[in-house]
């Protein structure tokens, strides 16, 4: 099941919000549990069990680290083993058939892994259940001792499948007091359908571009027509993850509880090192916590740091997939910020703010290549092919016809990646009263209306982090 389905919109959601809005706060915990487990059941019925499992499972750590707190070696034995199970069944569903595959290529072997999908949302509440139990070690966090309360942390619905990535110590009290208002409850509703329209209305309207153009072989694409396309990817994936977070976001909200901003409008960053602080900043915050600065973080020389960067932006490219174009594309990245962390920065700074722009569009979009293509050649030749290298001219009828009929989109959508309709919007409810609230409540039943009606006759509806 997900947000953008009516399905969810137009049974889930409001039966579950109904059974939430008329219970006592002392079970609304159990409410919002029993809803995540059918939530993510639909899809998953079998691997729902590895889920519940790891909830138990270090909801079983957490305890037995706060009874053996004074004996240190059995307190940090657990939070060891707590780590190797956590990351044991991450790796298996996620990395074994990578690592088979490669050794079968060092050695000439035949050796085989299952074949298993990987379970939905996998990634992201493991990294919540190993916060949980490095906080509890460190003391940060008081264990919880209710099952259901920590269940529904684990399993929460709004935030399972696609993040962000929620720290228990960032809830921990909503999960024992919050409340939800009637102000709260509509702010989280507009959230929630702004991301809504950026999901359905925007990405899954630019994928088509990007379908038809990557659909054709590189060497038959003129340079207008490759750039386009990874343009349009470009587009498509952040408007379809920042939605999704956007929605995760607003329902959260409408359940009282409040998730970190995982989104800041990334590509009007001047600096890569400032793209990563406004993309995926829960997946950031989480590296820099629990990796980077338990290495030593910036703290013990030069050469530490760009080493525990490395190691951080390795495990970037890893977190995505299991695939050797993730961890390209992490070092990649990794290597851009070093540089500028090293000298390049400061250049930047004194640059005219445009010539900023334009290199960290530029170094971004080429990044996306490296990770929307599997196979590096391929990757390679498409980005050959956006620099002239075996390119069918600079342009020619299809990329005219490519561009033509979606100018108006592409300019909705470099229009949508910054800030200014959402300021545009807040400036209208706030300076004209009565009048800019209806004003806007009117824009969201647009918004809501016409998703729906996209939502009725559309046949594709994917979700590109489902995969992660």
């Excluded at 059918?38 to 909830?55: D, K, L, N, Q, R």
């Excluded at 920590?150 to 720290?167: D, E, N, R």
């Excluded at 800041?264 to 001047?270: A, G, L, Q």
């Amino acid at each position: 099941m997900v947000f953008s389905s009516l399905l969810f919109l137009f049974l889930f959601l409001p039966v579950t919000i109904l059974i939430y809005s008329i219970s006592p706060m002392r079970i609304r915990n159990g409410i919002l549990l029993v809803a995540s487990l059918i939530f993510y059941a639909w899809g998953e019925p079998v691997y729902i069990f590895i889920m519940i499992f790891s909830t138990v499972f270090d909801y079983v750590n957490g305890i037995l680290i706060e009874r053996y707190r004074h004996r240190k070696a059995i307190a940090r034995g657990v939070l060891i083993v707590s780590m190797i199970g956590s990351l044991g069944i991450l790796g298996f569903f996620k990395y074994a058939s990578f690592v088979f595959d490669n050794i079968n290529s060092l050695f000439n072997l035949h050796l085989q892994a299952a074949d298993l999908p990987l379970p939905v949302g996998i990634s992201f509440y493991t990294f919540q259940t190993m916060s949980y139990i490095i906080d509890v070690y460190r003391r940060k966090v008081p264990v919880q001792k209710n099952l259901v309360s920590f269940s529904a942390y684990v399993t929460m619905f709004p935030q399972l499948v696609a993040g962000p990535i929620v720290k228990y110590e960032d809830v921990a009290e909503q999960l024992a007091n919050r409340k939800v208002t009637l102000d709260r409850f509509g702010e989280g509703a507009e959230l929630f359908i702004r991301g809504l329209a950026k999901k359905v209305l925007l990405a899954n309207n630019i994928e088509l571009l990007w379908t038809n153009v990557k659909a054709v072989p590189a060497g038959e694409l003129s340079v207008l027509s490759a750039w386009l396309g990874i343009v349009a990817f470009t587009f498509q994936i952040y408007f379809d993850f920042s939605g999704y977070s956007d929605m995760a976001r607003g329902l959260g909200r409408m359940f009282g509880f409040e998730f970190m901003k995982n989104f800041n409008y990334p590509y009007i960053s001047k600096s890569i090192t400032e793209f990563w602080r406004r993309w995926h900043i829960s997946l950031g915050a989480w590296f820099r916590e629990y990796i980077y600065i338990p290495l030593g973080g910036n703290r013990a020389g030069m050469l530490k740091q760009l080493r525990n960067l490395a190691i951080v932006w390795l495990v970037t490219g890893l977190w995505h997939g299991a695939s050797w174009n993730f961890i390209i594309w992490g070092v990649y990245f990794g290597l851009f910020v070093t540089i500028e962390k090293l000298f390049l920065l400061k250049w930047l700074q004194r640059l005219p703010a445009f010539i900023s722009h334009v290199y960290t569009l530029i170094i971004v979009i080429i990044g996306w290549v490296l990770f929307e293509f599997e196979h590096m050649p391929t990757a390679m030749t498409f980005i050959g092919t956006m620099f002239g290298a075996g390119a069918n001219g600079f342009v020619d009828n299809r990329s005219l016809y490519d561009l033509s009929t979606n100018a108006l989109l592409l300019l909705l959508l470099v229009l949508c990646a910054t800030p200014y309709p959402h300021k545009a919007l807040t400036y209208i409810r706030t300076q004209f009263a009565r009048f800019g609230s209806i004003a806007a409540s009117a824009f969201y039943f647009i918004f809501m209306v016409a998703s729906t009606a996209y939502l009725v006759n559309a046949t594709y509806n994917p979700f590109l982090y489902f995969r992660f």
